[in-house]
């Protein structure tokens, strides 16, 4: 089965800190994307990956950056947490030319 | 992305089959039909996707119109554990790494 974990299922934080979201996957997967998810929004893009240290845009890019050293693993950057990006974040990975996207537990941030 | 429609909520038995709709009547040639699913607290989870034929796997059965303007998921027998949303997704098949649309879903309750 594949398998995508997250460094945390629930953390907090305070306004102005530095974030770092985890995630790593065991399926040799090519890409791999960073949503967030708010009521009445439904999921949204932040940034995704399609190999090894290459990080395309998605819809809501601002306040974040990633970084893909490794293959297995994709990381999520607040520079500087703000009380709008209290969110639930979804990490997911996919095979390259395959749809199915499989996702992580999610982890639920609280920025105060 | 081509827009899907579905009902809000839906409400069954336990160990009676299941039968959510999905409206597409923008769909192109080249979409694909994905359904993913969220249980509470968890990040989605693929079930099922086709492209023109019915399909089955050990999770449900997706039904897809001639016309491919609507499709429907099956749950044969529901269980307690498919109390979950349920999202339609249409992927365009030609693209490479690309972003889910999820929209509200349907959010289904089973009842005892």
């Known amino acids: 089965d594949v398998k995508v974990t997250q460094s945390s299922r629930y953390l907090v934080k305070r306004t102005g800190e530095k974030v770092f979201l985890e995630c790593v996957q065991d399926?040799?997967?090519?890409?791999m994307f960073w949503y967030r998810q708010d009521p009445g929004l439904g999921l949204r893009l932040i940034y995704f990956s399609y190999d090894v240290k290459m990080k395309e845009k998605g819809d809501i890019p601002e306040g974040y950056s990633v970084s893909r050293e490794k293959k297995e693993r994709f990381s999520l950057i607040l520079e500087s947490a703000s009380t709008n990006q209290t969110s639930m974040y979804l990490c997911?990975?996919?095979?390259?030319?395959?749809?199915?996207?499989?996702f992580g537990p999610g982890t639920r941030l609280t920025v105060l | 992305d081509a827009k899907t429609t579905q009902p809000n909520s839906m409400e069954s038995n336990e160990e009676e089959p299941v039968h959510l709709p999905c409206n597409h009547s923008?769909?192109?040639?080249?979409?694909?039909i994905h359904w993913y699913r969220q249980l509470p607290s968890q990040g989605p989870e693929y079930v099922i996707h086709?492209?023109?034929s019915n399909v089955n796997n050990r999770m449900a059965s997706l039904a897809i119109a001639e016309d491919r303007k609507s499709s429907t998921l099956i749950l044969h027998r529901a269980t307690l554990r498919d109390a979950a949303v349920y999202y339609c997704?249409?992927?365009?098949?030609?693209?490479?790494?690309?972003?889910?649309?999820f929209g509200q879903g349907t959010r289904l309750t089973i009842n005892p």
């Open positions: 997704i249409l992927r365009d098949g030609r693209a490479m790494a690309q972003k889910l649309v």
């Open positions: 997911a990975s996919s095979l390259q030319g395959r749809d199915t996207q499989y």
């Open positions: 399926m040799d997967h090519e890409n």
């Open positions: 923008t769909i192109s040639g080249t979409d694909y």
């Open positions: 086709g492209l023109t």
